[in-house]
C-alpha cells in the first residue's frame, strides 16, 4: 500500500512547484476573467463583484501590475464605452487597490494621456466623457504622487493635512491651488455626466443611464473630502495673509461650492444613488473666511456607503469563488486554499493494483471538507464585509460627533477669547475709573484747601469784629474816664494821653487786619479824630463842666448811633460779600460747564470734519482707481487688438491676403490722426487723472487704426518687392512692438507720465512713406529677361554652392598639413560645420528648384513658361533675389573660413555670414511658398530643407563661438601690488577705454544703419547699371565700408555668380 511519507523527496519538491505554478495560472485566470467581464463594450454598469476581484487582486500581489499587463491588451481606441469603463474600474483601483498601485498606475500615465487626447478629438459622447475622465485620473496621481501623506482615497486626518500643508505659507497657498484644480476637474466630470443625461432620453432607471452614473459614485466620494480640505486650507491661509490677497481663492470656492452643491442636490434625488450611497447636505451658504469663528461652525461632509442586502448571484460562466485575501499584506496559510491537483506520483508510475486506496478515499474527503470550508470561508467573508461596512458607518457617524466636539470646542476657545477681551476692557474702565477717582480726590483736597483759607479769612473777619467791639468799649471807658476827669486837670490830660496812645494802637491793628474794608476803617479813624477835637474842645472848656458834660452826652449818643450804623454797614457787606462768593462759584461751575460743553462739540464737529474729509478722499481715491482700471481695461483690450494683428503676420493663412499700397497710406494716414489725438488725451489725463474719457475714446481709435495699419501693411508685402516686403513687415513688426510698449507704458502707474507715442509716429511715417513707393508707375518688366534669369539664378547659386564646397575641402587639406593640436580641432570642427551647411543649402535650392516645376506646370495652364514668369512678375523677382542672396552668402563664407583658418580674418565674420545664409534661406522659402500649394509634398520637403540649413547654421555659429573661446588667452587680473593712488589711476584709464568704446560703438551702428539703408537705397537701381558693379572691383553704387581696422575685409565685395540681388521695380523699363 502507497503512502505520502514513502514519496520520494524529489517528486515533494515537484508538487510543490506545480502547486504554486497552478495557483499562480488560477489567479491570472480569475483576474483576466474579472477584468473582461467588468471592462467591456456593453452599456452596463461595471459590476461590484468583479470590481472587488479586481482590487483583492491588487491586495494579493501587492500592486496592480497584473491589472495593467492585461488592460494595455484591451482595445480602448475602438470603443469609447470600453474606455469610459476603464476608466472606471482604474479609478476604483486608485481609491481602494494596494497602496503599491499608485505607483503602477503613474507608470501608465502617458497611456492614459494618449487615450484622453484620442476620444477628445472625436465628436462622440462617451468620447468627451472619456477625455475628461482620463484628465480627472491623471490629475488625481499625479497630486498623490506630490503628496504621499494624503491617500488616493482621500480618508486623511486634520493632522495628516497640516502635515502635508506643512508651516510654510507659501506650500499652503500652493497645495490650495492643487486642491482647487483636483476639485475642478471632479466637478467637471459630473457636469458633463449629468448633462448628457438631461439632454438624452436615458434615465437612471436605464442600464445606458446608469453606465454613466455609475463612476459618479467614486466622484462624491472624492468631492466631500476634498471641499473639507479646501475649507481648513483656507481659513489657515485667511490666518496668515490679508483678505485682499486672497479674494480669487474666495471666488474661486464659491464658484466651486454652488457647483458642488448643485451636484450633490440633483444626484440626491435620483433613484439610482438612494440605494447606493447617501450623499451629504452642504450648508445653504459658504463659510465666512473673514470672521476666524466661522469655522467651529463647519461641519466635515460624510458619505455614507449602505450595506448591500441582498447576495449577489453568481453569473451561470462565473470560476470557482474566490479566495479571501488579506488586505493587510499578511499571508495566511490557512486563508489561502490550493486548488485541486492531480498526484503527479500516480500519474508517473499509475495506481497501486489498478484501483483506489485509502489515500484516494482521504483525497476525496478532503476535497469534500474543502468545499464546506470555501463555502463557509464565503459566508464568513460576507458577514464579516458586512460588520466592516458597519463598522466604517459607525466610524463616519464617530468622526461626525468628534467633527461636532472640535466644533464646540472651537466655539469655546471663541467664546473664552471674547470673554477675555470683555475682561480686559473692564480693567481699563477700572483703571479710567480710578485714575478719575483719583483726581476727583484731588478736585477735593483743592475745595479743602480753598474752605480752610475761607474758615481763616472768616476767622480774621471775626478777630475784625472782636477788635472793633473791644474798641467800642474801650470808647466807652475812655468816655467814663473822662467824666471822672471833670473834677482835675491833670485826670484830663492823662486821659487825654491814654486815649491817644489808645486810638493810635487801634488804628495800627485797623490797618493791618482790615486792609479789605479800608473806607469803613477810615470813617472810623475820621470819627476818633472829631472825638480828639472833642476831648480838645472839652479841655478847652473845663470851667463849664456842665456844658462840657452834655456835650459829652451829646457826644456819647452820636458815638452810639455811629456804632450802630457801623455794624449794620459790617453785616451788609459781610451778606454782600456771602453772596458775591456764592455768585462767583455758580457763574465758575457754569462756566466749567460751559467749557465742557464746548469742547465736546467742538470734538464732535472735528471728528465729523475729519470722517468728511476722509470719506471725500476715499471717493476721489476711488474715483481716481475706476478711471485708471477704465484704462487699464481699455490698454488690455487694445494690446489683444495689437498682438492679434501682429500675430497675422508669421500666420500662413494670411500669406494669400493682399492690399494695395492706395489703401495702406490711407490707414496709414488715419493712424497718425489717431496717434495726434492719444496724445492730447493723455496730456488731458495727466492734467486731470478723474476723467480719462477722451484718452480712453482715442485708445479705442488707436488700437484699430494700428492693428489696420499692420494687417495692410502685411497684405501689401505680400504683393511688394523682397526687399520692400521684407523692410514693410519690418516696420509692421516695429509698430506692434512700439504700440504695446506704448500701452504698456499707460498700463503702469509708474510709467504712465513718461509715455510718448512718438516712437510710434516715427514708424507709421515709414511705412506712409513705404506704401508711396510701392504706388504702380504704370512700367512693366520684358517677358524675356524674367524668363531666363531665373534658370540663370538657379543655376549659377548651385555652381556657387559646389564651388564653395570644393573649396571648403581644399582649405581642410591644407589646414590639416599646416596646424596641429587645439587649432588643428577647431579648424576641423568649423570647416566641417560649414562643409555640412553648404550640403544643407544644396538640398535647399534642388528642393526649391522642384517646388518651383511644380508651381509653373500647375500655374501657368495654357501659356508658357516665360508667359507665367511675366504674368507674376513680383513674385519671379522675389524667387531670383532670394536664389541670388543664398549664392552670394554660401560664396561669402567660403571666404570669411578661409580668412579665419589662415588667422587673417575674424570669428565675428563667420557667425555674421552664417546669420546672413540663414536669413536668405528664409526668403527662399517666403518666395516659393506664395504660390504653393499648402498640402504640396514638395512644399514640406522645402521647409524642412530650411530647417535643416537654420540648424546647420546654428551649429556653424555654436562651432565658431567655441573655437574662439579655446584659442582665446584670457589674462589673470592681478591687482595685489598696486597702490590706492596706483589703483584709482587705472580705474580712471579703464573708465576712459570704456567711454572711448562705447563711443566707438555708437559709431559703428549708426554706419550700420546708414549702410543698410544705403543698400535699400540701392536695390532700386536698374539691371544694366547693377551689372556693370557685378565686378571685383568696386563701383560708385556699392562703395566699399570704410573700416577702422584695416584687416577687415570689404562687406559689398561679391562674385559675379552669386550677386546679392537688386530688383528693379516695374517703372525700369516703359
Not at 78 to 90: M, N
Not at 371 to 389: D, F, G, P, S
Not at 536 to 550: H, M
Not at 993 to 1017: A, I, T, W
Amino acid at each position: 500500500m502507497n503512502s505520502i511519507r514513502q514519496v520520494p523527496s524529489r517528486v515533494k519538491t515537484r508538487r510543490t512547484e506545480t502547486n504554486l505554478g497552478a495557483e499562480r495560472e488560477h489567479f491570472d485566470k480569475q483576474q483576466l476573467s474579472s477584468i473582461s467581464k467588468a471592462i467591456n463594450s456593453a452599456e452596463t454598469p461595471v459590476k461590484e463583484k468583479h470590481a472587488r476581484r479586481i482590487i483583492l487582486g491588487t491586495h494579493r500581489e501587492k500592486g496592480a501590475y497584473t491589472f495593467w499587463s492585461y488592460a494595455l491588451g484591451l482595445p480602448l481606441a475602438s470603443s469609447s464605452i470600453l474606455s469610459w469603463k476603464f476608466c472606471h474600474v482604474l479609478h476604483k483601483v486608485l481609491r481602494d487597490g494596494h497602496q503599491n498601485s499608485l505607483q503602477d498606475c503613474m507608470r501608465h500615465h502617458s497611456t492614459l494621456v494618449e487615450i484622453g487626447a484620442l476620444w477628445g478629438n472625436l465628436h462622440d459622447k462617451y468620447g468627451q466623457l472619456v477625455a475628461l475622465y482620463t484628465k480627472l485620473l491623471c490629475t488625481k496621481m499625479e497630486f498623490h504622487i506630490k503628496h504621499s501623506e494624503i491617500r488616493p482615497n482621500l480618508e486623511a486626518t486634520d493632522e495628516v493635512l497640516e502635515r502635508a500643508a506643512g508651516t510654510d505659507i507659501n506650500n499652503v497657498f500652493q497645495l490650495t491651488v492643487e486642491v482647487f484644480d483636483y476639485m475642478d476637474t471632479e466637478l467637471r466630470v459630473a457636469e458633463t455626466v449629468i448633462r448628457q443625461l438631461n439632454t438624452s432620453i436615458a434615465i437612471s432607471t436605464l442600464t445606458s443611464g446608469q453606465c454613466r452614473l455609475s463612476p459618479l459614485i467614486q466622484v462624491v466620494q472624492d468631492c466631500s473630502h476634498l471641499y473639507h480640505f479646501t475649507v481648513k486650507l483656507l481659513f489657515k491661509l485667511h490666518a496668515c495673509l490679508p483678505a485682499d490677497t486672497l479674494q480669487g481663492h474666495r471666488d474661486r470656492f464659491h464658484d466651486q461650492f454652488h457647483s458642488l452643491k448643485t451636484f450633490f442636490n440633483k444626484a440626491r434625488d435620483m433613484l439610482y444613488f438612494k440605494r447606493l450611497i447617501q450623499i451629504p447636505k452642504l450648508p445653504d451658504s459658504p463659510p465666512n473666511f473673514l470672521h476666524a469663528a466661522s469655522l467651529a461652525k463647519h461641519v466635515k461632509p460624510v458619505v455614507v456607503i449602505p450595506d448591500e442586502d441582498e447576495p449577489e448571484q453568481q453569473d451561470d460562466d462565473d470560476d470557482d469563488p474566490e479566495p479571501l485575501i488579506e488586505v493587510s499584506d499578511v499571508p495566511t496559510a490557512s486563508m489561502q486554499p490550493q486548488p485541486q491537483q492531480f498526484d503527479i506520483f500516480d500519474q508517473t508510475f499509475g495506481p497501486p493494483n489498478g484501483g483506489f486506496d485509502d489515500r484516494d478515499l482521504q483525497i476525496e474527503s478532503l476535497k469534500g471538507d474543502l468545499e464546506l470550508l470555501r463555502a463557509e470561508l464565503e459566508r464568513v467573508k460576507a458577514e464579516a464585509q458586512r460588520y466592516i461596512t458597519q463598522l466604517k458607518s459607525q466610524i463616519n457617524s464617530l468622526e461626525a460627533e468628534l467633527e461636532e466636539q472640535r466644533a464646540q470646542k472651537q466655539r469655546a476657545l471663541v467664546e473664552n477669547e471674547q470673554l477675555r477681551m470683555e475682561l480686559e476692557a473692564t480693567r481699563r474702565r477700572n483703571a479710567e475709573h480710578e485714575g478719575l477717582q483719583a483726581t476727583f480726590s484731588e478736585a477735593e483736597k483743592r475745595a479743602q484747601s480753598t474752605e480752610q483759607r475761607y474758615n481763616k479769612l472768616k476767622e480774621k473777619h471775626t478777630e475784625l469784629v472782636a477788635s472793633h467791639a473791644e474798641l467800642l468799649r474801650k470808647s466807652a471807658d475812655t468816655v467814663k474816664m473822662l467824666s471822672a476827669t471833670q473834677q482835675t486837670q491833670e485826670e484830663v490830660e492823662r486821659t487825654k494821653q491814654q486815649l491817644s496812645f489808645e486810638v493810635d494802637r487801634i488804628k495800627q491793628d485797623a490797618d493791618m487786619k482790615l486792609e479789605e474794608q479800608k473806607f469803613e476803617m477810615e470813617k472810623l479813624r475820621r470819627e476818633l479824630e472829631e472825638k480828639m477835637a472833642e476831648v480838645l474842645r472839652i479841655k478847652a472848656t473845663l470851667q463849664g463842666s456842665e456844658k462840657a458834660g452834655e456835650q459829652m452826652n451829646s457826644s456819647m449818643t452820636s458815638l452810639q448811633a455811629e456804632k450802630e450804623r457801623l455794624m449794620r454797614s459790617v453785616s451788609e457787606k459781610e451778606a454782600e460779600l456771602s453772596s458775591l462768593r456764592q455768585a462767583a462759584q455758580v457763574q465758575q461751575s457754569s462756566l466749567q460747564q460751559e467749557r465742557e460743553r464746548s469742547s465736546r462739540e467742538l470734538g464732535d464737529l472735528q471728528g465729523k470734519l475729519q470722517e468728511k474729509t476722509s470719506r471725500e478722499e476715499q471717493l476721489r481715491q476711488k474715483l481716481l482707481e475706476e478711471q485708471f482700471a477704465l484704462l487699464q481695461g481699455t490698454v488690455t483690450e487694445a494690446e489683444s487688438i495689437i498682438e492679434d494683428a501682429v500675430a497675422k503676420l508669421d500666420d500662413p493663412l494670411h500669406i494669400r491676403c493682399t492690399s494695395s499700397p492706395d489703401y495702406l497710406i490711407s490707414r496709414a494716414e488715419a493712424t497718425l490722426g489717431s496717434i495726434d489725438k492719444v496724445k492730447k488725451g493723455h496730456a488731458d489725463f495727466l492734467g486731470n487723472m478723474g476723467d480719462a474719457g477722451g484718452l480712453l475714446r482715442a485708445l479705442t481709435q488707436f488700437s484699430h487704426l494700428a492693428a489696420d495699419t499692420i494687417i495692410n501693411g502685411s497684405a501689401t508685402a505680400h504683393m511688394a518687392p523682397t526687399d520692400h516686403a521684407d523692410r514693410l513687415t519690418e516696420n509692421c513688426r516695429g509698430c506692434g512692438t512700439q504700440s504695446l510698449q506704448f500701452l504698456k507704458d499707460l498700463k503702469a502707474k509708474a510709467t504712465l507720465q513718461s509715455a510718448d507715442p512718438a516712437s510710434i509716429r516715427i514708424i507709421v511715417q515709414k511705412i506712409l512713406h513705404l506704401g508711396q513707393e510701392l504706388r504702380p508707375k504704370g512700367m512693366d518688366v520684358r517677358q524675356d529677361e524674367l524668363g531666363d534669369l531665373v534658370d540663370k539664378e538657379m543655376a549659377a547659386t548651385s555652381a556657387a554652392i559646389e564651388e564653395a564646397v570644393r573649396r571648403i575641402d581644399e582649405m581642410m587639406n591644407q589646414a590639416r598639413k599646416d596646424t596641429s593640436g587645439v587649432k588643428l580641432e577647431v579648424n576641423e570642427r568649423i570647416l566641417n560645420s560649414c562643409t555640412d551647411l553648404m550640403k544643407a543649402i544644396r538640398l535647399l535650392v534642388l528642393a526649391s528648384t522642384d517646388l518651383q516645376k511644380e508651381i509653373v506646370e500647375s500655374g501657368r495652364g495654357a501659356a508658357t513658361i516665360k508667359e507665367f514668369y511675366a504674368r507674376n512678375s513680383r513674385w519671379t523677382e522675389g524667387l531670383i533675389s532670394a536664389s541670388k542672396a543664398v549664392g552670394w552668402g554660401a560664396t561669402q563664407m567660403v571666404e570669411s573660413a578661409d580668412k579665419v583658418v589662415l588667422h587673417t580674418g575674424k570669428y565675428e565674420e563667420l557667425i555674421v555670414c552664417s546669420h546672413e545664409i540663414a536669413a536668405s534661406t528664409a526668403q527662399l522659402v517666403a518666395a516659393s511658398k506664395v504660390k504653393a500649394d499648402r498640402n504640396s509634398k514638395k512644399l514640406t520637403s522645402l521647409q524642412q530643407a530650411s530647417r535643416y540649413v537654420n540648424e546647420m547654421a546654428a551649429n556653424v555659429v555654436a562651432s565658431t563661438r567655441t573655437g574662439q573661446e579655446h584659442l582665446e588667452d584670457k589674462d589673470t587680473m592681478d591687482f595685489s601690488g598696486m597702490s590706492l593712488i596706483k589703483l584709482k589711476k587705472e580705474e580712471m584709464e579703464s573708465q576712459v577705454k570704456v567711454l572711448e568704446l562705447e563711443s566707438q560703438l555708437e559709431n559703428e551702428r549708426l554706419r550700420l544703419g546708414e549702410l543698410r539703408k544705403k543698400h535699400y537705397s540701392v536695390a532700386g537701381v536698374p539691371l544694366e547699371q547693377i551689372s556693370e558693379g557685378n565686378g571685383l572691383s568696386s563701383s560708385p553704387a556699392h562703395p566699399a565700408p570704410q573700416s577702422p581696422k584695416p584687416t577687415k575685409p570689404a562687406v559689398m565685395r561679391k562674385p559675379a555668380l552669386a550677386q546679392k540681388p537688386n530688383i528693379p521695380p516695374k517703372n525700369t523699363f516703359k
